[in-house]
Protein backbone atom coordinates (compact mmCIF):
# COMPACT_ATOMS: atom_id res chain seq x y z
CA UNK A 1 0.00 0.00 0.00
CA UNK A 2 1.00 3.38 -0.67
CA UNK A 3 1.47 5.38 1.99
CA UNK A 4 -0.21 8.85 0.71
CA UNK A 5 -3.69 7.24 0.92
CA UNK A 6 -5.13 9.44 3.68
CA UNK A 7 -6.23 7.44 7.00
CA UNK A 8 -8.56 8.56 9.77
CA UNK A 9 -6.10 6.55 11.97
CA UNK A 10 -2.75 5.33 13.34
CA UNK A 11 -2.83 1.75 12.44
CA UNK A 12 -4.08 0.20 15.89
CA UNK A 13 -7.42 -0.75 17.59
CA UNK A 14 -7.61 2.75 19.72
CA UNK A 15 -8.47 5.52 16.85
CA UNK A 16 -7.11 9.04 16.57
CA UNK A 17 -8.45 11.61 14.69
CA UNK A 18 -9.70 14.75 14.64
CA UNK A 19 -13.45 16.34 13.73
CA UNK A 20 -14.09 20.08 12.75
CA UNK A 21 -17.62 20.50 14.76
CA UNK A 22 -18.91 24.13 14.74
CA UNK A 23 -16.22 25.43 13.20
CA UNK A 24 -14.01 23.92 15.88
CA UNK A 25 -10.90 21.46 15.64
CA UNK A 26 -11.35 18.47 18.30
CA UNK A 27 -9.33 15.95 18.60
CA UNK A 28 -11.15 12.54 19.27
CA UNK A 29 -8.24 10.18 21.16
CA UNK A 30 -8.76 6.59 21.95
CA UNK A 31 -11.71 5.58 20.17
CA UNK A 32 -13.32 2.73 18.55
CA UNK A 33 -13.70 2.48 14.59
CA UNK A 34 -17.26 1.68 14.94
CA UNK A 35 -18.32 4.65 17.01
CA UNK A 36 -21.31 6.68 14.74
CA UNK A 37 -20.86 10.26 15.06
CA UNK A 38 -23.49 10.54 17.39
CA UNK A 39 -21.71 8.47 19.99
CA UNK A 40 -18.53 10.85 19.22
CA UNK A 41 -20.36 14.10 19.49
CA UNK A 42 -22.42 13.31 22.81
CA UNK A 43 -19.93 11.26 24.50
CA UNK A 44 -16.64 12.30 23.76
CA UNK A 45 -17.02 16.16 22.47
CA UNK A 46 -19.33 16.93 24.82
CA UNK A 47 -21.99 18.16 22.38
CA UNK A 48 -25.40 16.00 23.74
CA UNK A 49 -27.90 18.64 21.38
CA UNK A 50 -27.96 15.54 18.86
CA UNK A 51 -30.35 13.19 20.29
CA UNK A 52 -29.71 9.48 20.35
CA UNK A 53 -33.01 7.37 19.92
CA UNK A 54 -33.56 4.52 16.77
CA UNK A 55 -29.97 4.40 16.12
CA UNK A 56 -31.23 3.34 12.86
CA UNK A 57 -31.74 6.68 10.74
CA UNK A 58 -35.67 6.51 11.27
CA UNK A 59 -36.20 8.89 13.71
CA UNK A 60 -34.40 11.91 12.97
CA UNK A 61 -33.60 13.36 16.60
CA UNK A 62 -29.64 13.03 15.51
CA UNK A 63 -30.25 14.86 12.65
CA UNK A 64 -26.89 17.43 12.30
CA UNK A 65 -25.53 19.05 8.77
CA UNK A 66 -22.43 17.59 7.76
CA UNK A 67 -20.29 19.67 4.29
CA UNK A 68 -23.83 20.99 3.86
CA UNK A 69 -25.78 18.45 3.92
CA UNK A 70 -28.71 16.89 6.83
CA UNK A 71 -28.32 13.74 7.77
CA UNK A 72 -28.49 11.32 10.43
CA UNK A 73 -24.97 11.19 12.50
CA UNK A 74 -25.95 7.78 14.21
CA UNK A 75 -25.46 6.71 10.35
CA UNK A 76 -22.15 8.30 10.06
CA UNK A 77 -18.65 6.12 10.90
CA UNK A 78 -17.11 9.30 12.79
CA UNK A 79 -13.73 8.29 12.13
CA UNK A 80 -14.87 8.91 8.13
CA UNK A 81 -16.09 12.01 9.09
CA UNK A 82 -12.83 13.73 9.26
CA UNK A 83 -11.90 16.68 6.68
CA UNK A 84 -15.67 17.76 6.65
CA UNK A 85 -17.47 20.39 8.30
CA UNK A 86 -19.81 19.53 11.18
CA UNK A 87 -22.79 21.67 12.26
CA UNK A 88 -24.74 20.86 14.76
CA UNK A 89 -27.49 22.39 16.87
CA UNK A 90 -25.17 23.76 19.31
CA UNK A 91 -23.38 25.62 16.35
CA UNK A 92 -26.51 27.27 15.08
CA UNK A 93 -26.64 30.82 17.30
CA UNK A 94 -24.18 32.70 17.99
CA UNK A 95 -22.81 32.22 21.29
CA UNK A 96 -25.71 30.27 22.74
CA UNK A 97 -28.70 32.51 21.74
CA UNK A 98 -31.50 31.44 20.25
CA UNK A 99 -32.04 31.26 16.46
CA UNK A 100 -35.00 32.47 14.61
CA UNK A 101 -36.10 28.90 14.22
CA UNK A 102 -36.05 28.08 18.23
CA UNK A 103 -37.89 31.08 18.92
CA UNK A 104 -40.67 30.07 16.60
CA UNK A 105 -41.03 26.60 17.86
CA UNK A 106 -41.19 28.09 21.71
CA UNK A 107 -43.53 30.62 20.33
CA UNK A 108 -45.49 28.75 18.28
CA UNK A 109 -45.68 26.23 20.57
CA UNK A 110 -43.24 23.30 18.83
CA UNK A 111 -41.87 22.22 21.71
CA UNK A 112 -43.86 19.82 23.65
CA UNK A 113 -41.24 17.01 25.58
CA UNK A 114 -38.03 18.56 23.74
CA UNK A 115 -36.62 15.23 22.72
CA UNK A 116 -37.07 15.70 18.90
CA UNK A 117 -36.60 19.38 18.66
CA UNK A 118 -32.96 19.63 18.21
CA UNK A 119 -33.68 17.25 15.08
CA UNK A 120 -36.14 19.08 14.03
CA UNK A 121 -34.14 22.57 14.54
CA UNK A 122 -31.16 21.58 12.25
CA UNK A 123 -33.68 20.01 9.20
CA UNK A 124 -35.84 23.15 9.32
CA UNK A 125 -32.40 24.97 9.49
CA UNK A 126 -31.45 23.20 6.38
CA UNK A 127 -34.68 23.59 4.62
CA UNK A 128 -34.96 27.27 4.93
CA UNK A 129 -31.29 27.44 4.01
CA UNK A 130 -32.16 25.84 0.76
CA UNK A 131 -35.86 27.01 -0.02
CA UNK A 132 -36.62 30.04 1.98
CA UNK A 133 -40.09 29.87 0.82
CA UNK A 134 -40.97 26.03 0.74
CA UNK A 135 -44.63 25.19 0.11
CA UNK A 136 -46.41 23.39 2.87
CA UNK A 137 -46.02 20.11 0.81
CA UNK A 138 -42.49 20.95 0.83
CA UNK A 139 -42.19 21.60 4.19
CA UNK A 140 -43.59 17.98 5.28
CA UNK A 141 -41.44 16.50 3.37
CA UNK A 142 -38.33 18.12 4.32
CA UNK A 143 -39.35 17.24 7.71
CA UNK A 144 -40.58 13.69 6.73
CA UNK A 145 -37.75 12.27 8.37
CA UNK A 146 -37.80 13.73 12.12
CA UNK A 147 -40.11 11.70 14.03
CA UNK A 148 -42.14 14.03 17.17
CA UNK A 149 -44.67 11.82 19.77
CA UNK A 150 -46.26 14.92 21.24
CA UNK A 151 -47.20 17.74 19.12
CA UNK A 152 -48.82 16.21 16.33
CA UNK A 153 -46.42 18.38 14.24
CA UNK A 154 -49.17 21.23 13.71
CA UNK A 155 -47.43 23.84 15.45
CA UNK A 156 -44.04 22.86 14.04
CA UNK A 157 -45.32 23.58 10.54
CA UNK A 158 -46.89 26.60 12.05
CA UNK A 159 -43.31 27.29 13.21
CA UNK A 160 -41.58 26.80 9.95
CA UNK A 161 -43.69 29.06 8.07
CA UNK A 162 -43.61 32.02 10.59
CA UNK A 163 -40.03 31.84 9.99
CA UNK A 164 -40.13 32.13 6.26
CA UNK A 165 -42.90 34.96 7.06
CA UNK A 166 -40.26 36.86 9.55
CA UNK A 167 -37.84 36.34 7.10
CA UNK A 168 -39.06 37.77 3.51
CA UNK A 169 -40.50 40.19 5.84
CA UNK A 170 -37.15 41.71 6.98
CA UNK A 171 -34.91 40.92 3.60
CA UNK B 1 -7.49 -0.98 12.29
CA UNK B 2 -7.88 2.24 10.41
CA UNK B 3 -10.61 3.95 8.03
CA UNK B 4 -8.73 4.12 4.94
CA UNK B 5 -9.75 7.11 2.68
CA UNK B 6 -8.79 6.71 -0.81
CA UNK B 7 -9.24 10.19 -3.05
CA UNK B 8 -9.51 8.19 -6.36
CA UNK B 9 -10.30 5.01 -8.38
CA UNK B 10 -6.76 4.31 -8.90
CA UNK B 11 -6.04 4.72 -5.05
CA UNK B 12 -9.08 3.02 -4.12
CA UNK B 13 -7.80 -0.21 -6.51
CA UNK B 14 -4.76 0.21 -4.75
CA UNK B 15 -6.03 0.14 -1.12
CA UNK B 16 -8.57 -2.86 -1.54
CA UNK B 17 -6.80 -5.05 -3.38
CA UNK B 18 -3.74 -4.21 -0.16
CA UNK B 19 -6.91 -4.93 2.34
CA UNK B 20 -8.96 -7.53 0.54
CA UNK B 21 -10.86 -8.17 3.90
CA UNK B 22 -11.42 -4.80 4.41
CA UNK B 23 -15.31 -3.59 4.06
CA UNK B 24 -16.53 -1.13 1.76
CA UNK B 25 -18.47 1.99 3.50
CA UNK B 26 -20.26 4.09 1.11
CA UNK B 27 -23.49 6.72 2.57
CA UNK B 28 -23.51 4.06 5.74
CA UNK B 29 -27.49 3.70 6.03
CA UNK B 30 -27.00 0.02 5.80
CA UNK B 31 -23.77 -0.97 7.71
CA UNK B 32 -23.87 1.33 10.75
CA UNK B 33 -27.38 0.10 11.74
CA UNK B 34 -25.38 -3.07 11.47
CA UNK B 35 -23.00 -1.86 13.99
CA UNK B 36 -25.24 -0.03 16.32
CA UNK B 37 -28.11 -2.72 16.64
CA UNK B 38 -26.76 -6.16 15.46
CA UNK B 39 -23.13 -6.28 16.78
CA UNK B 40 -21.15 -5.73 13.88
CA UNK B 41 -17.60 -5.29 14.62
CA UNK B 42 -15.90 -3.21 11.57
CA UNK B 43 -12.31 -3.64 10.99
CA UNK B 44 -10.98 -2.43 8.36
CA UNK B 45 -12.53 -0.07 6.66
CA UNK B 46 -12.25 1.74 3.20
CA UNK B 47 -14.49 4.57 2.94
CA UNK B 48 -15.99 5.77 -0.60
CA UNK B 49 -17.27 8.96 0.48
CA UNK B 50 -14.84 11.19 -1.49
CA UNK B 51 -13.41 9.15 -4.46
CA UNK B 52 -14.24 11.21 -6.73
CA UNK B 53 -15.00 9.35 -9.74
CA UNK B 54 -17.61 7.39 -8.14
CA UNK B 55 -19.86 10.48 -7.71
CA UNK B 56 -19.99 11.72 -11.31
CA UNK B 57 -22.91 10.77 -13.86
CA UNK B 58 -22.75 11.16 -17.76
CA UNK B 59 -24.65 11.04 -20.66
CA UNK B 60 -23.57 9.40 -24.11
CA UNK B 61 -25.98 10.45 -26.41
CA UNK B 62 -24.69 8.39 -29.40
CA UNK B 63 -25.23 5.49 -27.47
CA UNK B 64 -28.53 6.93 -26.14
CA UNK B 65 -27.36 5.45 -22.10
CA UNK B 66 -26.28 7.30 -18.97
CA UNK B 67 -24.08 6.60 -16.77
CA UNK B 68 -24.38 7.06 -12.83
CA UNK B 69 -21.25 6.79 -10.42
CA UNK B 70 -21.60 3.97 -7.79
CA UNK B 71 -21.45 7.32 -4.89
CA UNK B 72 -24.16 9.37 -6.28
CA UNK B 73 -26.88 9.76 -3.37
CA UNK B 74 -30.38 9.08 -3.99
CA UNK B 75 -30.97 12.88 -3.61
CA UNK B 76 -29.64 13.43 -7.03
CA UNK B 77 -31.62 11.27 -8.65
CA UNK B 78 -34.91 12.46 -7.46
CA UNK B 79 -35.17 16.27 -9.33
CA UNK B 80 -33.31 17.24 -12.02
CA UNK B 81 -31.71 16.27 -15.69
CA UNK B 82 -31.46 12.36 -14.14
CA UNK B 83 -34.54 12.42 -13.21
CA UNK B 84 -35.77 13.86 -16.65
CA UNK B 85 -34.10 10.96 -17.93
CA UNK B 86 -34.60 8.11 -15.91
CA UNK B 87 -38.16 8.88 -14.21
CA UNK B 88 -38.66 5.47 -12.89
CA UNK B 89 -35.63 6.21 -10.75
CA UNK B 90 -36.50 9.35 -9.85
CA UNK B 91 -39.86 7.97 -8.34
CA UNK B 92 -37.61 5.53 -6.34
CA UNK B 93 -35.22 7.62 -5.10
CA UNK B 94 -38.11 9.66 -3.71
CA UNK B 95 -39.38 6.68 -1.72
CA UNK B 96 -36.16 5.69 -0.13
CA UNK B 97 -36.25 6.58 3.64
CA UNK B 98 -35.98 10.45 4.28
CA UNK B 99 -34.16 13.10 3.27
CA UNK B 100 -31.48 12.45 5.86
CA UNK B 101 -31.06 9.31 4.52
CA UNK B 102 -31.85 9.90 0.41
CA UNK B 103 -28.58 12.66 0.81
CA UNK B 104 -26.06 9.99 2.78
CA UNK B 105 -27.29 6.35 0.52
CA UNK B 106 -26.28 5.77 -3.08
CA UNK B 107 -27.08 3.58 -5.91
CA UNK B 108 -23.45 1.81 -5.41
CA UNK B 109 -24.63 1.14 -1.80
CA UNK B 110 -27.62 -0.36 -3.01
CA UNK B 111 -25.72 -2.39 -5.24
CA UNK B 112 -23.27 -3.44 -2.53
CA UNK B 113 -26.26 -4.71 0.46
CA UNK B 114 -28.39 -6.01 -2.57
CA UNK B 115 -31.69 -6.27 -0.46
CA UNK B 116 -34.08 -7.65 -2.65
CA UNK B 117 -36.49 -4.49 -0.99
CA UNK B 118 -34.00 -1.98 -2.58
CA UNK B 119 -35.50 0.24 -4.43
CA UNK B 120 -33.76 0.84 -7.28
CA UNK B 121 -32.88 -2.11 -7.76
CA UNK B 122 -36.51 -3.02 -10.04
CA UNK B 123 -35.67 -0.13 -12.08
CA UNK B 124 -32.06 -1.20 -12.66
CA UNK B 125 -34.08 -4.61 -13.66
CA UNK B 126 -36.32 -3.26 -15.48
CA UNK B 127 -34.21 -1.49 -17.77
CA UNK B 128 -31.81 -4.18 -17.76
CA UNK B 129 -28.71 -2.07 -16.19
CA UNK B 130 -24.98 -3.12 -16.68
CA UNK B 131 -23.14 -3.18 -13.46
CA UNK B 132 -19.32 -1.55 -14.35
CA UNK B 133 -17.27 -2.92 -11.97
CA UNK B 134 -13.44 -3.32 -11.06
CA UNK B 135 -11.32 -5.19 -9.24
CA UNK B 136 -8.08 -6.89 -9.03
CA UNK B 137 -8.27 -8.13 -12.91
CA UNK B 138 -9.02 -4.84 -14.54
CA UNK B 139 -12.54 -4.15 -15.24
CA UNK B 140 -15.57 -6.06 -16.26
CA UNK B 141 -19.15 -5.56 -17.25
CA UNK B 142 -22.18 -7.58 -15.09
CA UNK B 143 -25.51 -7.64 -16.46
CA UNK B 144 -28.19 -6.70 -13.79
CA UNK B 145 -30.10 -10.01 -14.03
CA UNK B 146 -26.21 -12.01 -13.05
CA UNK B 147 -25.17 -9.58 -10.65
CA UNK B 148 -27.62 -10.29 -7.85
CA UNK B 149 -27.66 -13.98 -7.04
CA UNK B 150 -30.14 -13.65 -3.80
CA UNK B 151 -30.91 -12.41 -0.69
CA UNK B 152 -28.35 -9.68 0.00
CA UNK B 153 -25.80 -11.39 -2.27
CA UNK B 154 -24.03 -10.52 -5.64
CA UNK B 155 -21.70 -11.73 -7.40
CA UNK B 156 -18.87 -9.02 -7.02
CA UNK B 157 -15.52 -11.02 -6.32
CA UNK B 158 -13.05 -10.02 -3.76
CA UNK B 159 -11.52 -7.07 -3.67
CA UNK B 160 -14.27 -5.80 -6.57
CA UNK B 161 -16.05 -3.13 -6.22
CA UNK B 162 -19.26 -1.22 -8.12
CA UNK B 163 -17.77 1.82 -10.69
CA UNK B 164 -20.75 2.96 -12.26
CA UNK B 165 -24.30 1.76 -13.65
CA UNK B 166 -25.23 2.31 -17.33
CA UNK B 167 -28.91 2.31 -18.28
CA UNK B 168 -30.46 2.86 -21.47
CA UNK B 169 -32.62 6.19 -21.96
CA UNK B 170 -36.44 4.20 -23.31
CA UNK B 171 -38.74 6.28 -25.29
CA UNK B 172 -41.99 5.89 -23.75
CA UNK B 173 -43.33 5.47 -20.21
CA UNK B 174 -41.84 4.18 -16.97
CA UNK B 175 -43.04 3.94 -13.44
CA UNK B 176 -41.85 2.86 -10.09
CA UNK B 177 -44.53 1.86 -6.99
CA UNK B 178 -44.24 0.36 -4.14
CA UNK B 179 -46.51 -0.54 -0.74
CA UNK B 180 -45.04 -0.27 2.50
CA UNK B 181 -47.17 1.14 5.32
CA UNK B 182 -46.79 4.64 5.22
CA UNK B 183 -44.93 7.01 2.74
CA UNK B 184 -41.75 8.32 4.53
CA UNK B 185 -39.19 6.34 6.35
CA UNK B 186 -40.22 2.54 4.84
CA UNK B 187 -38.83 -0.78 3.72
CA UNK B 188 -40.85 -1.92 0.64
CA UNK B 189 -43.80 -4.44 1.21
CA UNK B 190 -43.60 -5.00 -2.63
CA UNK B 191 -42.50 -2.64 -5.21
CA UNK B 192 -42.27 -2.57 -9.13
CA UNK B 193 -40.90 -0.76 -12.21
CA UNK B 194 -42.46 -1.40 -15.49
CA UNK B 195 -41.25 0.49 -18.51
CA UNK B 196 -42.76 0.41 -21.51
CA UNK B 197 -41.43 1.50 -24.66
CA UNK B 198 -43.63 2.79 -27.22
CA UNK B 199 -41.19 3.27 -30.39
CA UNK B 200 -40.42 -0.91 -29.97
CA UNK B 201 -43.80 -2.44 -28.64
CA UNK B 202 -41.82 -3.51 -25.75
CA UNK B 203 -42.60 -4.03 -22.12
CA UNK B 204 -40.55 -4.77 -18.84
CA UNK B 205 -41.77 -5.61 -15.32
CA UNK B 206 -39.29 -6.32 -12.42
CA UNK B 207 -40.56 -6.79 -8.92
CA UNK B 208 -38.93 -6.00 -5.75
CA UNK B 209 -39.66 -7.23 -1.92
CA UNK B 210 -41.80 -10.47 -3.25
CA UNK B 211 -38.92 -13.30 -3.84
CA UNK B 212 -35.17 -14.04 -3.36
CA UNK B 213 -33.46 -11.70 -6.07
CA UNK B 214 -35.45 -9.25 -8.49
CA UNK B 215 -37.88 -11.22 -10.50
CA UNK B 216 -38.58 -9.91 -14.00
CA UNK B 217 -41.87 -11.28 -14.79
CA UNK B 218 -40.63 -12.47 -18.01
CA UNK B 219 -43.77 -15.19 -18.76
CA UNK B 220 -46.65 -11.88 -18.22
CA UNK B 221 -44.38 -9.77 -19.99
CA UNK B 222 -44.57 -11.99 -23.23
CA UNK B 223 -48.50 -12.46 -23.27
CA UNK B 224 -48.70 -8.61 -22.61
CA UNK B 225 -47.08 -7.96 -25.76
CA UNK B 226 -49.04 -10.76 -27.57
CA UNK B 227 -52.12 -9.63 -26.49
CA UNK B 228 -51.95 -6.19 -27.27
CA UNK B 229 -50.02 -3.53 -28.82
CA UNK B 230 -47.73 -1.58 -26.70
CA UNK B 231 -47.06 1.15 -29.59
CA UNK B 232 -47.56 4.84 -28.81
CA UNK B 233 -51.52 5.85 -29.49
CA UNK B 234 -52.59 2.38 -28.44
CA UNK B 235 -55.41 1.63 -25.90
CA UNK B 236 -55.45 -0.57 -23.13
CA UNK B 237 -58.39 -2.81 -22.31
CA UNK B 238 -58.99 -2.91 -18.24
CA UNK B 239 -59.37 -7.22 -19.03
CA UNK B 240 -56.22 -6.91 -20.25
CA UNK B 241 -54.28 -4.81 -17.37
CA UNK B 242 -56.66 -7.18 -14.86
CA UNK B 243 -54.92 -10.55 -16.79
CA UNK B 244 -51.48 -9.03 -16.47
CA UNK B 245 -51.70 -8.33 -12.78
CA UNK B 246 -52.61 -11.65 -12.13
CA UNK B 247 -49.89 -13.35 -13.97
CA UNK B 248 -47.50 -11.15 -12.39
CA UNK B 249 -48.35 -11.92 -9.21
CA UNK B 250 -48.03 -15.61 -10.42
CA UNK B 251 -44.19 -14.85 -11.49
CA UNK B 252 -43.84 -13.32 -7.73
CA UNK B 253 -42.21 -16.02 -4.88
CA UNK B 254 -43.18 -14.28 -2.21
CA UNK B 255 -42.62 -14.92 1.71
CA UNK B 256 -44.39 -14.96 5.37
CA UNK B 257 -42.10 -12.48 7.64
CA UNK B 258 -42.11 -9.75 10.14
CA UNK B 259 -42.79 -7.44 7.62
CA UNK B 260 -45.90 -8.80 6.10
CA UNK B 261 -47.09 -12.12 4.65
CA UNK B 262 -46.66 -14.17 1.28
CA UNK B 263 -49.93 -13.90 0.48
CA UNK B 264 -50.40 -10.10 1.03
CA UNK B 265 -47.47 -9.34 -1.08
CA UNK B 266 -48.94 -12.02 -4.14
CA UNK B 267 -51.87 -10.05 -3.99
CA UNK B 268 -50.00 -6.47 -4.01
CA UNK B 269 -48.01 -6.58 -6.63
CA UNK B 270 -50.58 -7.93 -8.99
CA UNK B 271 -52.26 -4.68 -8.04
CA UNK B 272 -49.22 -2.59 -8.86
CA UNK B 273 -48.31 -4.22 -11.52
CA UNK B 274 -52.32 -3.27 -12.90
CA UNK B 275 -51.72 0.08 -11.98
CA UNK B 276 -48.17 0.70 -13.59
CA UNK B 277 -49.31 -0.54 -16.84
CA UNK B 278 -52.36 1.45 -16.84
CA UNK B 279 -50.76 4.75 -15.93
CA UNK B 280 -48.58 4.04 -18.79
CA UNK B 281 -51.66 4.18 -21.33
CA UNK B 282 -52.86 7.20 -19.32
Not at chain 1, 97 to 111: K, P
Not at chain 2, 103 to 131: E, F
Not at chain 2, 161 to 170: A, I, Q, R, T
Request: proline share 5%; net charge negative; charged share 20%.
Amino acid sequence: MSTNIPVSGAAQSHEMYSLRVNGLVHEVEDAWIGESLLYVLRERLGLPGAKGACEQGECGSCTVIVDSKAVCSCLVMAADAVDTEILTVEGLGPDGALTDVQSAFLSEGGVQCGFCTPGFIVAVHHLLENNPQPSDDEIRESLSGNICRCTGYGRILEAVRTVADQRRQNS
Amino acid sequence: MPVLIPRNVDELVEVFQANPQAKLLAGGTDYMVEVNLHGRKPETMISLRRVKELTEWSVRTNQSRITIGAGVPYADMEHGEIARLVPALAQAARTVGSPQIRAAGTLGGNLGTCSPAGDSLPVLAALGATIHVIGPDGNRDIEFADFMVGVKKNSLQPAEFVHSVSLPLVEGWQGYAKVGTRNAMVISTASACLVRDSDEGFVAIALGSVGPTIIRAHAAESWLMKSTSLRAGSQLAPSIAQEFGRRVAQESRPIDDHRSTADYRRHAIGVLAQRLLTRSFS
